[in-house]
């Protein structure tokens, strides 16, 4: 199976060979990060229960991604943590197409003011 992304964003810039990228809440078997704009950086997977320990490990993560609704967390879940952690970099939503993804961006920036937010929507075919 082959994946593609399209920006739900017009600010996306890209990352370099050298970016962290943190991917909360992925399986293992899901290669969420092919044909995606972060697929040059160094992606690290991990639950979302360890999303404080990751940061706390790498402060100079580039990226965080994750899916709209994880196992046990959704957006707005993951969202208030970075924030609680201090983080103000980019945050990557993969998203199924959405109707109005504005809302989701403008409930996260009300929340979490730092917060960059961009959101993907990930199609497969």
């Known amino acids: 199976m082959f994946s593609h992304w399209i920006s739900e964003d017009r600010q996306s810039s890209t990352l370099t060979t ?28 991990m639950p979302f229960a360890l999303l404080h320990a990751g940061l706390a ?17 959704d957006t ?16 990557m939503v993969v998203t199924p197409a959405l109707p109005r ?11 979490c003011p730092g917060l960059q937010v961009e959101l993907i929507r990930r199609a497969r075919h």
Do not use: K, N
């Open 18 to 45: 050298h970016a962290i990228a943190l991917l909360i809440g992925f399986d293992q078997e899901d290669r969420v990060e092919l044909g995606m704009p972060f697929s040059v950086a160094r992606c690290e997977r």
């Open 57 to 73: 490990s790498a402060p100079w993560t580039d990226l965080v991604v994750s899916p709209l609704v994880g196992p046990g967390f």
């Open 76 to 91: 707005m879940d993951l969202a208030y943590q970075l924030s609680l952690g201090g983080y103000r970099g980019r945050y």
């Open 101 to 111: 993804p504005e809302i989701i961006r403008s409930e996260i920036a009300q929340l």
